[in-house]
């Protein structure tokens, strides 16, 4: 009993075939009954253990052989699945890339084109504004000149402001054109005749018909022809927010409410 623990087993069995051998039999509780029971146990344990382990190893070894034929066989066409489905990719955003730039190209040469158009519209511009120029500054020349010939204190003839109004109204223009005075001379078919009525509050008396006539009867109601009553306050708005002198033109005069206008008010 003694005997190293992997040797028990062994004297036990021998023991055992000899007591079986003189018709012996080991009391129910012997410790090498015990040590018997316990030990073909664990045997049976270790047996059983051993073919897990062995049905583990050969399931691994199956999967590894497919997993090998797999490779083998099935690796080849799905390389050249991917490789098709990878070029077919590729020559679509090729096709994309290519697509754009034609694109852009045309856009390019459209921002060309308006471009080239713009300019030349810009360089025909630039001529007629060149021109208007010239023709201004030839003005001015001529301006500067009456200018100056008016403050030369050495010219003969000095202008009065009767003489300054008449040449800046013109009152002859083209053939047949003159100022209606009304004289015995002149022919007065519709017979005008001048009836002077206050214009306004500025004590200054104004010429309407005497016949039946809109804006006369206006003037001879109210003093004055409403729309002109804005001009001189747009003249004042001008003077006070420019640094240059304003001019007036007066285009088409009738019975002339709005010269009074400009020129009382």
Request: net charge neutral.
């Amino acid at each position: 009993l003694r005997a190293p623990e992997d040797h028990r087993y062994q004297l036990f069995l021998h023991l055992k075939i000899i007591h079986t051998a003189v018709g012996a039999t080991t009391p129910p509780h012997h410790p090498l009954k015990k040590k018997m029971a316990t030990t073909s146990r664990n045997t049976k344990r270790t047996v059983k253990l051993r073919y897990v382990v062995t049905a583990i190893c050969g399931i691994a070894m199956i999967s590894l052989v497919w997993y090998g034929f797999a490779l083998t066989f099935a690796l080849p066409s799905m390389t050249e699945s991917n490789t098709e489905e990878y070029s077919r990719s590729k020559l679509q955003e090729e096709e994309k890339i290519e697509s754009s730039m034609y694109s852009m190209i045309d856009e390019l040469q459209k921002e060309a084109k308006d471009s080239k158009a713009a300019i030349s519209k810009l360089g025909s511009n630039m001529e007629e504004i060149q021109s208007q120029l010239t023709v201004l500054n030839s003005f001015l020349a001529k301006q500067q000149a009456v200018v100056n010939s008016e403050s030369d204190p050495n010219s003969k003839e000095k202008k009065t402001p009767k003489d300054i109004l008449q040449s800046v109204v013109k009152n002859i223009e083209g053939d047949g054109w003159n100022i209606a005075t009304f004289n015995d001379n002149e022919p007065n078919k519709h017979n005008f005749e001048c009836e002077m009525v206050p214009f306004g509050a500025t004590g200054h008396k104004i010429c309407v018909h005497r016949f039946d006539d809109v804006i006369s009867n206006v003037i001879r109601r109210d003093g004055n022809w409403g729309d002109c009553n804005i001009l001189s306050r747009f003249w004042k708005t001008e003077v006070a927010s420019t640094a240059v002198d304003p001019v007036y033109v007066e285009v088409g005069a009738n019975i002339g409410s709005c010269i009074m206008e400009m020129l009382f008010n």
